[in-house]
């Protein structure tokens, strides 16, 4: 009998993050969710059933995530799709703007490097999957002013994840980066205007907003063997935005 593959995803009780989960335990995971807001976290697992379990955390912190981590012996695929956004533009007040980059900075890419450096030990070898979670923002530095923390952090994880797929790939290991474009229903989206998103989907080539289940087959594909040998790599699911 074949055992079954654990999953680890942060900013799994919300949004992208919670898609992606709700996906993995439909492809066969078992799966953990972390996250800072234990509510959420208790409502997300109502949802979820059974295959699901929850570790409160903020993976900013080191000592958070190594106790999230602790009981885990074993991690086949771990999705960093927790992130946060605060506008940081260079019209802000110097104190305010630095207070903003460092939390940006923090939740983006700092609490993606914890995650991936407690993990890698507990990676299944070979076959170990990472895969971050991304923006479009990191290639085109935002759709208006007050980008520059997010813009910058999402860059980075760029650099993490080829980083990360170097030192990982002689040991069977993948790493790979998701860049969305426009997903409707989440956390970073949910408020904007009408008038922003009609003008963000006449842009984009398919004629249609993301969805997270966009995102979370992407991730599927990426864990699976038919991805075995891609590694290193951003793939864009943003409709054709860019090009639009």
């Known amino acids: ?20 989960a709700r996906a993995c335990i439909k492809a066969g995971y078992s799966v953990t969710i972390i996250g800072r807001n234990d509510q959420r ?3 997300a697992m109502a949802t ?3 295959s699901a379990t929850y570790k409160q955390a903020d993976i900013g912190r080191r000592t958070d995530v190594e106790c999230a981590l602790l009981n885990i012996e074993r991690v086949d695929l771990l999705v960093n799709a927790a992130g946060s ?14 207070l ?12 993606s490097f914890l995650m991936a450096h407690c993990v890698a030990p507990k990676l299944s070898r070979p076959g170990g999957r990472i895969v971050n979670i991304s923006s479009i923002g990191a290639q085109t530095g935002g759709s208006r002013a007050g980008g520059l923390a997010y813009a910058a952090a ?20 993948t790493v790979n980066a998701i860049a969305p474009g426009y997903i409707a229903g989440t956390g970073f989206t ?26 979370a ?21 943003n409709g054709g935005w860019r090009i639009g």
């Open 217 to 237: 087959a992407a991730v599927l594909w990426l864990a699976s063997e038919a991805a075995s040998f891609v590694t290193g790599t951003i793939v864009a699911v």
């Open 41 to 43: 976290l208790r409502e």
């Open 85 to 98: 956004m605060r506008p940081v533009s260079l019209g802000a007040a110097p104190d305010q703007a630095e």
């Open 190 to 215: 949910g408020a904007w205007p009408e008038e922003r998103v009609a003008a963000i989907v006449a842009e984009t080539p398919v004629g249609r907003p993301g969805t997270p289940d966009d995102v």
């Open 100 to 111: 903003d980059w460092d939390a940006v900075i923090e939740t983006n890419l700092k609490g």
């Open 154 to 173: 999402k860059a980075g994880l760029h650099g993490l994840t080829f980083a990360l797929a170097r030192e990982l790939a002689p040991q069977g290991c």
């Open 48 to 50: 979820l059933g059974p």
């Open 1 to 20: 009998m074949t055992e079954q593959k654990h999953a680890v995803v942060t900013g799994g009780a919300s949004g992208i993050g919670l898609g992606i």
